[in-house]
């Protein structure tokens, strides 16, 4: 997160979590920046999305930062989450040194208490002394914002524009549970920061930010419950000089490489979860459908299940396709684990490989065993689109970690 | 479902099923029913699911029967899968004395392989010695329908019509996971078969079936999986005589009960179930959001977990009826757990009922403990539609049973 130039990060323990870990995290960049934001679609939404969208609605082209706190979500607090929030950016701005109204808002965590706002105003000198650059800046901000996570999410990438000038793209996130983001333009409690030195004008922040963040974060379900405070926020403070890069290809390609990562990192560690599941599908009629399609097979239940127990039950990926809502003939469907290799077939024209029928396999049950990435290719042979989902695997410790959260 | 007079029922051993429970189930009426259906939405569907709406579409006013086999879905089965269907009700037919296409169908077991149809047609002969009227039979049907359920399901309601006639309504279901509902008129691994006695035009007892299923399975979710088998036919002999009943309110109201009986039983019994969810929304706008707001908070895995933990967790409730796709006001949100005498408060006009922020509420834990149904009452101020859903909780047995299903 601060690849790109003119940025520095921070984490610091504010004693919100009850675990006593880190808490409290900032970005800030030294010069203003251009910004953008996708948000959660839950009604019910938590005071820092608010906040938030209206901060970036009122100044996109003159932000400094980001503010974070984890363990709490600020959420079900009504007007006095709104106002602890709006006295925690004051209090931010004042402490590290920016003008008031440049530092966007965002908190992950339990829902229904309010924000102890004491505590916070307290450990900003602390994050003010904290804020560097490099590595370990970056690894101690995105320590800072996790909640059930059990390892941070950080992820860069570099890109020449056309015209030559070398940007940089960063980015934190977390998330574990409560994860099915569906962000709206202005989408995503799943947050992501993402950072860049290329110049960018809000508007071309905006729609990036949604076309990427629509085919990436919008892509993984850890749980189904779409949170109360997605937040994706993205900061572009043109550091590196050359002209707005949002149309540029390669500038594109280095945010949704940056966002793809993070969501691949994020269903990875979803709660519990033993394996990442990847499933692509191609040969769809639309966009829409390929994604209900690949979105509906690492949603499942039942396959994610199944997946847990290395148990190549074809009729639960064929059952999810089945009702995703894409068009599908039963009697034309192909579905793969894609390998470096040679793909493992595990379903051949709608009707199991051969060995697959009565759950034998052996094979098959071993190669699930060993893998910790398992991808599915399913292929819908309808049309040209494709689409690519990410997932976990549904284990034991996702029960014990949900029926006791809070205790 | 013998209750209904002229219906006889049995279930028997065809050692289709591993385990050697039994697996092989009829309902005989000794005289020509009308008969009505609704099946899975799902675009993947088992051949009896196929095969058993061409029935009723051929011949709704000249049926004897069902005939049902647990152990094998006969799902992914191809052109085999349908003649395997064809086979299977001819010898039935034959060998249980009605004539040839006058039995509806119904599999549900593992996806794959195709059903062993030499076991199958072996058993007829002892299922025809089977077929007996009472409570046993009913139980021996119901019992050779169940696969990971832990109970049989049964229920029987008597109505008077308005013309004196006194009908009776019967049913038997099964169902613990893959439940997700969602059939179509013709609708929904759940099957239901009711019986009644009363008189009634296909098209009527279509209706009324389309209506109350509508109502009460489709609005029960174990694991969001909606099966490639759901069936449920609901057969009317006229035995009881009188005029066709189908738009009688008494007649309509005891078929609606049994189903409502019977989605209860199901989703009582969801995999690894300890308790029974029951979330009734009041105040939507109208019937379609009242629908969803109750459908999502008993799907939403968080909330699910938390139930099993008996953890009063009401930001994961706020969470999805603000994800439900029904329209209301975040400050206006009511929810309590409906209790006989007072109901326990858990969100009051947006915010956490006092004492809940924190995760607090040792008594409200309690009463989580000690109940096997919980009830939340939903009330949303923003019109008067009502709906209600059923649910169970996440516990480790769900993970274990899936993860090793066919183990």
Redesign the interface.
């Known amino acids: 997160m601060t690849a790109p130039r003119g940025y520095r990060a921070g984490g610091v323990r504010a004693g919100v979590k009850r675990s006593g870990r880190p808490d409290l995290a900032a970005i800030l960049s030294d010069r203003p920046t251009t910004g953008a934001g996708v948000f959660t ?5 938590a005071a820092p999305v608010v906040v938030g969208e209206r901060l970036l609605r009122a100044t996109p082209a003159n932000l400094r930062g980001i503010v974070a706190l984890s363990g709490v ?1 600020n ?4 007007p006095e989450g709104i106002s602890d929030t709006d006295a925690w950016l004051v209090a931010s701005a004042e402490g590290l040194g920016v003008p008031t109204g440049t530092l966007l808002p965002a908190c992950t965590g ?5 924000m102890p706002l004491p505590k916070v105003l307290a450990a900003i000198p602390s994050l003010r002394g904290d804020l560097s650059r490099g590595a370990d800046a970056d690894a101690r901000a995105a320590q800072a914002i996790l909640t059930t996570d059990t390892r941070a999410k950080v992820a860069a990438l570099r890109a020449r524009l056309a015209d030559g000038t070398v940007v940089h793209v960063g980015g934190i996130a977390k998330g574990s ?2 994860i099915a983001p ?1 962000m709206g333009p202005p989408h995503a409690t799943t947050l992501a920061f993402l950072t860049t030195d290329a110049r960018a004008t809000p508007e071309g922040l905006g729609e990036l930010l949604a076309t990427e963040s629509d085919r990436t974060f919008n892509m993984v379900n850890v ?6 405070n997605d937040t994706i926020y993205l900061l572009a403070n043109g550091a590196a000089g050359g002209r707005a890069a949002e149309k540029d290809a390669s500038f594109r390609a280095a945010v949704g490489g940056v966002l793809e990562s993070l969501a691949r990192q994020v269903a990875r560690d979803g709660e519990g979860a033993t394996k990442l599941l990847t499933v692509a599908v191609h040969g769809a009629r639309d966009l829409v459908q390929a994604r209900q399609a690949a979105r509906a097979v690492v ?4 396959v994610k ?2 997946l ?2 290395a ?1 190549p ?4 990926i ?6 995703s809502g894409a ?2 003939d ?2 034309k ?1 192909d579905v793969a684990i894609a390998r470096p290799r040679h793909s493992v077939p595990l ?1 051949v024209e ?3 490989a051969p060995g ?4 034998g396999g052996a094979k098959v049950r071993d190669l699930l065993h060993r893998l910790s990435e398992v991808t599915l290719d399913v292929r819908l042979h309808e049309g040209t689109a494709h689409a690519t989902a990410w997932g976990c695997d ?3 410790s ?10």
């Open positions: 679609t839950n009604l019910v939404r979500a959420a079900m607090t009504g339990v829902i229904g208490p309010r549970g409560m569906r749980d189904g419950d779409t949170s109360t949603s499942s239940t039942l299940a199944a847990f127990g148990d039950n074809v009729g639960r064929a059952c999810a396709l089945g009702y068009q599908l039963p009697d469907l379903i709608g009707r199991p697959l029928e009565n759950g549904l284990s034991f996702y029960v014990q970690i949900n029926a006791a959260y809070r205790t």
